[in-house]
């Protein structure tokens, strides 16, 4: 019997939209899918590039990026410096071999619990579809072929942990 | 009177512009010659694998290796050097990031020798005969060794001490370091012998960076007249110098070339690549999707520009497929 995946979805929301709406849809008893992490950060703008990869770089299956709509930033600029970004980001994800539907932005303002119920269930059930992406097991996977010759090289002795330096 | 200490030159998958540093020290290459006795230089001086092989553990004071690892005889080498060694130094980008060599990250070991050996212009091999790890002939066995399926920076393979950047090293860079080892005055393990600060610190056109960029376009520079006294990104030309770590003085932006960033990250980032995106893309004018992807559309390979000397050590490390 095989059971049924779990995609792990890290949410980075922003303080004054979308973590708001997820607060919301917690008192109206909305009810989501249990699959996202949520990372409560003051503005999406907060949200660099390098938090995405390092969150599918420890395990996750998809991420997403909530924050206020265009023109409601509360720190005015913010989410038009994210949006931007991911842009690019999405296109390095895409050389990367990294497709559509793991990452994905959207705004929700703080009415819209709603919103986050809809997003959350329909990322889970795209990313579900994807299948898991792994990439600590991919990482372990890779690097086996490098481990064999450990042994000779060494004589014999006790196997070093191979380093991966980030 | 003591031994001289001893060192190793070692090189990976390199082009041999790390090598040629080392020889650019000029007259300085006689003061390093002079105080150390060099026991392993495949460029310059024929040593053979035995002659390491015989030496005892940590004998040598320091080895300096450089390329990135990409075959299993690479691999069988440092892990030696790493046994023979007291100090390791990753010297040069390959070595430090995977460097050019490393861009084979983005594409699979069985493309790479299927376009190589078969599908290239100007190949003819009609029976696709391809290297073999092992073959016998006349009762000999023959060995290869083995392309690895992805390029590894040096610490990707070995414990690594100190690292030594840029594509290649500055001689400046290099004889500092070598001064530091020779009279043991070393700093913690792990650092990256280079000032710790962006690039665009010490870049004479620093002071017409503007704080907010608002590029409308992005330029390759045979497209324009570059301005030689203007920051190049505010030109709308791609200059990694945001991203990039300083120590080379600005050679190519002071040279009229936007930096490549070969020198790697500061000490703060953790991904290059992703890290330039923050910090540039932020910045360009437009506010709508499709004016967005316009301006985007001037960079069509972002990974050979955001990770050119990098990719072994982009988070995701190498591309998935
Ligand atoms: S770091 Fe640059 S100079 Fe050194 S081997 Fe690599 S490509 Fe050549
Ligand atoms: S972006 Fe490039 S040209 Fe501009 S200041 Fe920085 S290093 Fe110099």
């Not at chain 1, 042994?151 to 380093?163: F, L, Q, R």
């Not at chain 2, 006795?37 to 053979?48: E, G, Q, R, S, T």
């Not at chain 2, 590029?215 to 007249?225: C, G, N, S, V």
């Amino acid at each position: 019997m095989s059971e049924k995946f779990e995609p792990k979805i890290v949410a980075f929301f922003c303080n004054w939209c979308t973590y708001t709406a997820a607060d919301l849809a917690g008192v109206s008893r909305l009810k989501y899918a249990p699959n996202v992490r949520v990372i409560r950060v003051m503005c999406s703008g907060r949200v660099d590039p390098q938090f995405v990869l390092d969150a599918f770089a420890r395990g996750a299956d998809g991420v997403l990026l909530g924050g206020c709509h265009p023109g409601d930033c509360h720190y005015a600029e913010g989410n038009y410096k994210t949006l931007r970004r991911m842009r690019m980001l999405e296109r390095m994800l895409k050389a990367m071999g990294i497709y559509d539907g793991r990452f994905r932005l959207e705004w929700i303002s703080g009415a819209e619990g709603d919103k986050v119920r809809s997003v959350v269930n329909d990322m889970t059930e795209k990313v579900r579809a994807l299948g898991p992406l792994n990439l600590p097991g991919k990482f372990t996977e890779w690097d086996k072929e490098i481990e064999e010759l450990e042994a000779h090289v060494n004589g014999g002795s006790k196997k070093e942990a191979t380093v991966h330096a980030r | 009177m003591p031994d001289k200490p001893k060192v190793a030159f070692y090189w990976c998958a390199s082009c041999g512009g790390c090598e040629e540093a080392v020889v650019d020290l000029a007259e300085d290459i006689l003061t390093v010659v002079g105080a150390v006795d060099i026991v392993l230089w495949p460029v310059a001086m024929d040593f053979k694998k035995a002659d390491i092989e015989a030496r005892p553990d940590k004998s040598i004071v320091a080895a300096f290796i450089n390329g990135a690892v990409r075959t299993s005889e690479q691999e069988e080498w440092v892990r030696m050097l790493r046994k023979k060694s007291q100090v390791v130094v990753s010297f040069g980008a390959c070595a430090n990031s995977g460097g050019i060599p490393a861009l084979a990250n983005q594409s699979r070991k069985e493309d790479i020798l299927k376009y190589v050996y078969e599908d290239c212009p100007g190949v003819d091999n009609p029976d696709k005969t391809r290297p073999r790890i092992k073959c016998e002939d006349e009762g000999h066995t023959l060995t290869l060794p083995e392309l690895r399926s992805m390029v590894r920076s040096l610490d990707q393979v070995i414990d690594v001490d100190y690292y030594l950047p840029g594509c290649p090293p500055t001689p400046k860079l290099i004889m500092a370091a070598v001064q530091a080892l020779l009279s043991g005055k070393l700093p913690p393990k792990g650092t990256v012998l280079s000032p710790d600060i962006a690039l665009c610190e010490e870049c004479k056109r620093k002071d017409s960076k503007p704080a907010d960029l608002a590029l409308t376009e992005f330029k390759r520079p045979h497209q324009i007249q570059i301005d030689p006294e203007k920051c190049l990104l505010a030109q709308g030309i791609v200059c990694m110098g945001p991203a990039t770590r300083g120590g080379c003085e600005a050679l190519c932006p002071g040279g009229n070339m936007a930096c490549t960033g070969c020198f790697g990250p500061t000490s703060r980032v953790k991904d290059q690549g992703a890290k330039f995106v923050s910090s540039v893309f932020s910045n360009i004018a437009p506010k709508e999707e499709k004016d967005i992807d316009a301006v985007l559309d001037g960079i069509p390979d972002p990974i050979g520009t955001f990770y050119r000397y990098g990719l072994s050590k982009c988070l995701l490390r190498r591309k998935l497929n």
